[in-house]
């Protein structure tokens, strides 16, 4: 049993810059590809970024360009560093498998971007 547990929210202005970590417990963390999802208030979990097992990475419009994922299989961690950080990425930001396993969804961790 894999679980995932992300960490490095919180609150930033406009334009500032954030590091989302997901830590895996559980050795078969570097078989998957992986995913950083969000879900903003009243609004359905998106994908916005993904990476395969060989480090291949995808993007949803709205974050090419200003968010960056990577993995270090050795530590079993995904990380999501957000830059040029937008109010309309206020979300709370989760990590799993991709496609995604319905067991591994954490607890999340919120991103607000606000003055």
């Known amino acids: 049993q894999v679980q995932l547990v992300e960490s490095g929210g919180g609150l930033v202005q406009p334009g500032g810059s954030l590091r989302l970590s997901c830590a895996a417990s559980g050795r078969v963390f570097s078989i998957y590809a992986m995913g950083w999802y969000r879900q903003a208030p009243e609004k359905q979990r998106e994908l916005v970024a993904s990476i395969t097992k060989g480090g291949t990475t995808n993007y949803a419009d709205s974050v090419k360009g200003r968010f960056t994922i990577s993995r270090d299989n050795a530590k079993n961690t995904v990380y999501l560093q957000m830059n040029s950080l937008k109010p309309e990425d206020t979300a709370v930001y989760y990590c799993?498998?991709?496609?995604?396993?319905?067991?591994?969804w954490g607890q999340g961790t919120q991103v607000t971007v606000s003055s």
């Open positions: 799993n498998a991709q496609p995604v396993i319905d067991a591994y």
